[in-house]
Each structure stands twice: as structure tokens, then as C-alpha cells.
């Protein structure tokens, strides 16, 4: 049985990471999981908020949105509504804990990194595709402050690399990174956050349809490593390619 | 070892779930998790959203606020800042999944059920008290509407029972049901929502240090599955008891 | 005549006043008129608003909110809303008012106490009820910060005790203390805050039917101040109890 | 004695009611009570709120604001804070109760009618000013309806006329119609608004430093009938002169 | 062919410029074109916002306002909405830059000059008599400042004058300050902004039904020209009278 | 002598046109000015705003934003400030009215177009960008819809073409296209809305430093004329190019 867009329930969606989009960002990633498409940039100031002064520690954080028409019907702009949704604070929240399981804040000094992550085109596991993402606009980040001197030489913020991929049963069988057609017929829908080295980040799954069993769980945790362990090979590549900026 | 509150780790605090504490709701439960306490109504109104209007169904949402002296400092109220904070939606919207997933919307009509969930003390696992207590008051406001025949006789929305509960590793060893003490210790914490038959509606776990291991995601997952089937039982307990309201 | 309740038109509702209902507020109160039920807790802080800096004086505010579910039909969270409304509004700042009137801020020092009235239930009076007790939680709220040396010793930050009842004529008759079924009849609607010694704090009369003559002016305020002493013994024999926290 | 402006303890400011201030709403006056200067206006629509609609009753509302710089020093604009601050909702609704309670709805009809009240120049008393201001803008209004045929004739929505003054205690003497630099001195503070024929509207009294007594509330509402008697002689005054527009 | 109002082409309304209308302000002014009336005030505070401090120089700024009723239709407040429309936002810069082309920061020193523009009523052409009037009451707050040794003695602030007039073609002919009937019917429709010297500040045309050539705007230029030249007159003469206050 | 970038006073930035860059939108554009970078869609939607319901008559409307990181210094979201500034509310008026300009509403019928321009990278020039970029979006969505039939057969809403650009003084010199580094130093500023056939639309000027004579507005406009029709030009191109999505 293949999927709607012929891949095998194991596959991953093609999965581009370019490098060096923004002129002005310390760190600028297009990435793109199949159609779906996620601008990162990562921003870095000196200095820390308020609560943090005199610390001698740094602090990363994020904020996720999409453009109005980046899925098939447009959306109202959450600046016009004057609020952000529930939604867009939760993936928000999920990115700046994710990005920040690998820091080392004493590493960064006071430094504050921003991830922004913009979905230009959505198409299911604009979450996961941020994450990922992110994480290579926060590396070149660090990069740059390396090079600035506002990190100090010898010291690295980075205690390992982080990525990102949703899981899915759809039809009783559990398949990988799931696009929007998929992902709105899933009984289980689950974001999973994983360092580089196999470990957990986040774990994030939910019943859409039906609960679901243990086995079915312990299914979709392997689909996900296996993802994940994927896609931090695409991060790891598309970091030692030159940036040519 | 025992823990700060003298429980062995797969000991859930002292719960305790009281029926009728509101002359105004349908259903409304005081919900206790040792020193967390929840004040939880289920409110039931005839129609449904716009949305969803002449679809023949029903629909269940959540709330999820804290009084501002919940906790130990006070906190500022978000009705006078203007906006809801990202945790807060995030709760609300948790609470709201975990309770529509035992709900069958056809059964229901179309009727609306809205859970408040206003936490009056907060010392850890605040939302899952919430849910399990939310759970009682929604059980109790599908009785009243059957009474009121705004449910048809024979038609059960309940499709089963949903408690949750809050796990995490601290000090390296797995717990059941973090106070607040042991939450700010915790490596990593876990938030279970399980069906009264065993299977998972929410699995939503967080490295709050380090990343966790799949070994170490499994222990949490016997110890939480094994808290809500006891919250299952005490569910159960108080529905059958005498309301005298 | 007697009245919905049975009570004489001189009675107040039953009146309970629970001290120590919160493990983290420096003071706290269940307050009960009837089913009229209010939490009120009272929070020291040390220091004052940057508009009161170095004046060696303190500050006492209140803020009021009802649960959306504490009325008979769900009101929508003012939270949610993003603004709060003006009823809300207006009983903070009589709250506010009504307490700082028995307050001397010299004595006091540069702390702040904030008191916070939910309400939980409600059935008319809510304001009066919030003052009655908000005063009780003040009172414990100074021991506290007496025993924690924010005030010095010998000092009395509170110049007197405050309560506060509501009056009104239902069907040509002065009522005291009016429930919500007498309140929505009243035509004129009266609340009044006295200090124990019998003077008032504030005055707010309103015609809600017809303009009302100086004779039945002078009757509420008859019947008004004669429950406001009743409340001020109860307040001191709650106060004068042990309070086991 | 005499005060910082040479009155008599019973003595209002110089009161000027100009009518007809703008060509564009159906009611206008530009009142003032010595330097304070309020724009009133009132504007008919047809139709009432949603929750009226088909009662064949009519509506009034009122909205009151300052201009930044009414005052000593300029204060910023609510809309720019993008909130409405207590004090402006309180004297709203304080406005609004006290035209409705001369007012027939039936006999207005299915109608709205909206009075704006704008400070131009403060100098206290803004809320008395208003009442009395928008008492006689309301009855424009309700002229101009009943010649465009929008209450039937025959019928009188308006059921008495209503004015509104300040009384207070300064140094311990009673004072009627405070300026600013007496409001400021006020040991107790009233606001009273009182029917044509010497009723009462709405008794508002505040004690600012130390409680009141019966007595001096007794001197403060003979001060405050007689001020609104003669505020009553100037509107009909005002309301007999030709409207030259 | 003459115009509504029987005004040639090329005639202004009749225009007044009323100073000290405000007790409080350091300068003020009610401004009339025909029957648009805006009351302008300048308020002058010591120091300059944050971003500013420390640079030697001054600030302008101002913020632009309609009062609900001042147009033919009642418009909700924007306080009440919560937010500031765009058209509001847009009036309001426009007005600070037209002064803010005056202004020599540097002579001004370290003072900030907020000007407020509340429309009382509204027939076309709000924003420049807006600019017009608040240019008068900007030179008046500067004397004022002179005096009280804000600005330093032989520095001026002012480098000039500036006035606004609005042009347009109407039924294919340029007219000069168009009223409400004329601006709404207006094919083209510009603002302009002129110094004293009859040099250009703003110049800001828009096509309201068709697109508009270069012929009809220079026609346009210069008719607005000749306006703001008899516009400047009329300031000057304004300022040399008498300020009774 | 030469520009920053080496272009002559009369040269536009390299300018490219990309459609089809959504998979979602009716019309999508990347239009780059240099290095100002805009991603523009259209979104049809039938039914027109209630005020044009039944008019027969369709609508099209504009919504401007920056991405957080366009610029050099990262910017708050709007949606996280929860108001949206002066700045976003003036550009998104202008791009809307600059595209009903060229819109024939009763040949588009009660169909609705929304513009969404986003700003992906800054460099001066973003709202001409924009204009310029969104009509080609506009063409293709009125394309979309002929082929849908949401528009009848024969009926053309495009009236024309429209485009836009920045011109300035720089050290005495008028310069077409400004990037930012140029737009910061211009006396002068202007943005010019043309058609097609060389006819303004808009035209907005404004003195940044100097008041600007009227010669130096003619050469401006000389140079934005002939901006615009070389912009017509690379629109039509990019307009017959085949569109392949």
C-alpha cells in the first residue's frame, strides 16, 4: 500500500535546508518538508531580559507564525485580530523549549538568540519542519556571535543538534512525517522532538479519533527516531556545505 | 527513599472529588490533588457554535484560568493584562481535547458543553486535575441534560471516562504525581491522559534538563497509566455516590 | 410579610466567614452571604508603586472578578474577552476604596497589600460581601507582616474595622441584606460601608424604578447601619477565633 | 468665610447651558459649571440593541471621555492605551442610569438614543456638569424625534428632567458645587443627581480621609437638593430660550 | 459655475483661528474652516522620550482625534474598539511631520511638545485645518516655554510657519478646501502642506475615481499654493493679537 | 558621479517578478526590488464585505507586514504587541487604494480580492515593491476567477495596470528607486502611484529635511513617470511569461 504521494510509510518528504536567506539575519534557513515551507531566522542581541541580568547566562527564544494564505483558505493575520491564538503561542512554546534542551546558557554568556519561524506554505508538520529548521539558523547564529566575539572562544553553546517529525496513524498504519491530507484523517497525530543522538526532547501525541494503545505508541516512537535520526544527517550536511553569503 | 510528602513513587497524593458545589451549574466538582485544588463546572446550553450549526452535533470545549494568589506569589490577572498567556491556552486546550475524546458529538445533539476550570490553589499538576475533575462535572451535566431531554433517551455521549496525571524523573527515579516541589526538580515531566480502559488520549512529555531516554519515556509511561486507572476507580466512586443537591 | 427567604426585613442572610482558606496568601477568607460565596485573599508584598516610592507610606488596592459560572447563565471570561467591563471595573475600586479608609499608610510602611474577591457564587450583595470579607483577610494579612517585622512593631496599620451591606425597597418595603431574586425587584438599590463605629465609608444609592424621597433614604440608611454592626461582630468574633493554618 | 472663588458655601459656579453647539447631532449643549466645560451630545438612531429588539421599548446610553488636555496636566488618550480606565466606565454608567430613570421607554419606542459627554476643559464637577449638560441635549433629541415623527405623538418619553451636583466636606464646613482645588481638599465627597421635583437619582458619597457621619451626610443632601433645584430652574431656563439652528 | 456654498474656485472658507481657548494648555486654539471646527491644544513637558535623552535636542508630536457625533453619523469611540483606525494613525503622523518640518531641535532643546487635534465637528478638510491650527498653538507654547526658561533666551525653535489646505477636481474642475459635499464627489483629491515661503512640506494626491494627469496637478499645486499663503496670513495675524488669557 | 550601488540617478534596482510561488493563493508574486524582497498573493473569496452585499459590486482590499527579522534590527510582532502601528495601517491603505484604482467593481462582481503583501527582506522601497508585485498577483487572480466563472465571460475588472516607485533628493540630486541607505539620507521623499498609461494614481511627498521647492517636485515626478513605465513594462513581461504552477 503506498501513500497518497507514493512514498512508503517509513519515508520521510523530501527535505531541503538552504542556508543564508536573509541579508540581514545572523542566521536565515528556508527549509522545506514536501510543499510545506518555513522561513527561520535567528537573531541575536547582546544582553538578556530583565530577569535574567547578572547571570552570566544567555536565553533563546521563538515565535512561530504563518502568513495569512500559506494554507488553502486565508487566514485573518493574528496583528489585525489583535491576539495570538492558542495555537500559535503552543507551537511557539514547543519550538523555544525544543531549541533550548540543547543549550548550554552559561556557554552563550548573555546573549539572547530569537528563532523566528514564518510558514510561507503549510502542508502539514509546519512544527516540525520549524524546529528543524531552527536549529540550523540557531547554529549559524552562534557562528556569527563566535566570530563577533560575544561568545567566548573555547566555549560552545550547542550541547548537541535537534530536529523534529510528526508521526501518524492513518488507517490503522503508522506512517512518517505526515502531510495535511494525511495528517486530517489520522487517529493518532504525534510531534516528536529528538537530539541528535537519539534521545527525547519532546513527545507530543494525541488522539484524534480513538484512543490509542501502548503498542500503537511504541510504533510511532520508532517511525519518529528513525525520522529524526534522518533528518539530523540533512542538518548535519547542510552545516558543513559552505555558505556562500 | 521516601519522598518530600513522606509517598512512595508510585503513590498518587490524597484525592479527594466533591460533587455540587455549585447551585448555578449543571455539573460542578471540587477536584483535590493533595494540596491542588480545582474548581471545576460543566455548563450546558441548548445550540452550537456557528460552525457547526444544522451538523446535528454537539461539541465540548475547556477553560482553564488560575485565581491570581493560586500560587505562591501572586500572579498578575489576565483579564487586566489584556491577553491570555501562551500557558493558559495551551491548558485550556488540552483540557478540552482530553475531554471530547470520551465524547460521541452525534449522541450528544446539538447541545454545547463548556468546562471551566479555575484553579483556587496550585501546588503541581494543576491541569491534571482538572481533567479528572472536569470529568465528573461533565458526566454530571450529561445526566442533567438527559433529564431536561435535551439528550434523546437511549443517545449516551459518554463514550468512556478520562482521568490524567503527571509523571516526571527526579533524581533519577520515576514518580507518580509531582507536587510543585518535585515539578521544579524534575528532569523530565510528563503529562499522561488516559481512558478508564487503559489507552492514551495525551501523551505529552518534556525534557525540562536533559533529554530522556525511550527506557526511561517507558517507566513513566507504567507508572502514569497505572495513577489514572486509580483515578479511574475514585471517578467512578464519586459519580455513584449521593449527590444531594 | 415575610420575605422569598423567610427572613424579617431587618435580617441578614446567614453569614459565614472562613479564615486560612489558602496555603500561600498572607490572608485569606470564604465569605458567605447566603449562597453568596467569596474568596478573598490578601497578598503582602514589600515595596510600593513607583508613584509612592521613598513617601515611607504603603498602598492597598483591590480587584474584583466573578467565575464565569459562579451566575446563573456562564458569563463569557473577561480574560478571554481581552478587556474588562465596566461593573467590574467600578466594584474593584469601591473595594479598594472602602478598605484604604481604614488604613494608615504611614503605619502601614512601604508595603503593599493587594486583595483579590472572587467570586464563586452568585446571589446578590457580592460587593458587600467582598468587603465584609476582604476586611477579615487584611486583618491576618497585617498579623502576618507584623510577625515578619514589615511593620514595625507598636504600629497599627488598621484605624478601625469596615463592612458592608446591602439595602433596597422591594414592593414599597426597606429590605436588608438583599438576595438576587429581591435585588432584580428593588427599586431602589442601596450599598453601604460603614466602619465599626458606626460612620460611613461610602454611600451608593440608585433609583433603579422610580427617584426615591429623602423618608426612604434615611430608612436604608436605617436598616443599613444597623447591618453593618452585626457584620463588624462577626468580623471580630472570626478574627478573635484561632486561626489553625 | 469665604472660598478660594469668593462663593458662599451654598452657592453654585456661574452655570451656562448653550444649546444648539453642533449641526450635527439631534441634541447638542456646550455646559459649563464654572471653568469646567463639558460637550454634550445626543444622537438618535432607530432601531435598539439586539437584546431590545421587538419589545417596542427604546434604549439610552452614555459614554463620557476627556480630552488629553482638559486637565492641568495632559493624560494620554484612552484609545491610544487601547483601554478604558475605571474611572471613565464608572462615570459612563453613572450618566446613563441617570437619564434613563426619566425615561418612559415605551413611549420612546423602538429608538436609541446616545449621549456623548466630552470634557473639554476640567476643573471638577465633570459628572454633575455632564448630567445636567446632557439632560437638556436628551430633550433636544427628543423634540427633534418627535417632529421627524419617530415618537408617536401624544407620547412623552421624557417623565421628569434630572441635574446633578457635587457637595462636600472642606476644612469641616459642607460646600456645594466643588472646584477642583476644593475636590482635592475634600474630606468626604458627594455626587447627588436629583429629579425636578427634589428626589433622588443616585446619592454617591466617598469618604476621601476620615469616615462621615449621619449628620454631615444629612448637611451634604440639604446642600445638594437645593443645588439641583436651581440647576432644574436654569435647564428649563435654557430649554424655553428659542433654539436658534 | 459657482459651488455649493457660493464660493469661487480658487475662495477659501471662512477660516478663524481662536487662541487661548483652554485654561490648562501652554497653547491652544479652536480653528474653523466653514463649519469644521478643531480644537488644538500644545502641551509642553521638560524632557524628551527615552530614545531621545541625552542628544541635546527636542521633540514634536501629535495625535489626532474625531469626537464621536462630530459627523453627520454617530462613530463608535475608538477607546471603546480598543484599537486606532488606520485613517487615524494616518491624520496624526501626518500632522507631526508638518510641524516637525518647522522645528529646529536643537534650538527647542530637551523639551517635548505633544499636539492634540480633536475634531468638534466635521464638514471636510479636518486634517488641515488640523495643521493650521495647531501651528498657532505650537507658536504659542513655544512663548510660553521662552518665558518660563525652557528654551533658551535668542534660540528659536521655530524656522518658519506651516499651513494646510486640501484641493481636488470636482466635476472636472480644481477647487480649493473642499467641504464634506464637494470632497465626497471629488474625482481627485490632494492635501497640501506649505511653509510660510511657499515651499512644499506634504504634498499628498490621491485618485478617487480616475487616475489624474500631470496637467491637473500642477493645477491642483497651484491652487493649494495660493491657499496656504492666505492661510499663513491669516496665522500671522492671529499671532499678533492680543492673547488675552 | 555615482550611486551607492553604482546605478545612475535614473535607474531602477534590478527588479524581478516570480509568479506562481504559492500553491495555495488565486495569484502569488515574489517581486524583488534589489534586495527588497515582497511575496504577494491574492486571495479571491465569492461575496463581497455586508456594507456591499447586493450592490452587485465586488471588492478589493490590502494587508502590509514586515516579517520580524526584515529589517537589520529585529522588530516586535504586531501580533504580539496586539495592536498593529501607524506605519503597517498608512502602507496597507495605500496598496488597496492603489489597486481599486485600476478595478472596474461591477465587472468583478460580488467577488472579493485580498492583497497580502509581505515583506521577506527590507531594503528601502518595500510599499512600491509591494503595489508593484500585488497587481501581477491581482492579473493572475482575476485570471483564476474568469476560469472558475466566478467573473462572466467578457467582463474585464482590470481597468489598467498600475505600478510604483520611490524617488528622492540625496545631497541636491533626484534619485529613482531609493534603497534604504539612500532613503535615510534623502531630503526628500516621495512614493508615485502610476497607471499604465503614464496617469497618477498617487503621489506622496514628503520633506524630510527641507521644505522642497516646486522644481524639484517636477523632477521628481519626471523621474517617477518614467520609473513606473518601465515598471508597466517588466509587469507585462512577466505577465505573458507562461505561468507554470
Redesign the interface.
Known sequence: MSRIDGRTPQQLRPVTIERGW????EG?VLVSFG?TKV?C?A?V?EGVPRWRKGSGEGWVTA?Y?M??????T?GD??????????????I??LIG?SLR?VIDYKALGENTI?L?C?V??A?GGTRTAAITGAYVALADAVTWAHRRKLIRAGRQPLT?TVSAVSVGIVGGVPLLDLCYDEDVKAETD?NVV??G?G?????????EA?????EE?NDL?DLA?AGCTELATLQRAALTAALEK
Chains 1, 2, 3, 4, 5, 6 share one sequence.
Open positions: 536573509s541579508k540581514h539575519a536565515s510543499d522561513f531566522t537573531s542581541t515565535e507564525a502568513l495569512p494564505r500559506a494554507t488553502n486565508r493575520r493574528e496583528s489585525v485580530k489583535g491576539r495570538i491564538g492558542g495555537r500559535t503561542h503552543e511557539s512554546r523549549r534542551a530569537v523566528d514564518d510561507l506554505q502542508d548537541g504525534m529528538c537530539t543522538d534521545r527525547f526532547v519532546e513527545v507530543q501525541g494525541t488522539a480513538e484512543p490509542f494503545a501502548r505508541l516512537l527516531v
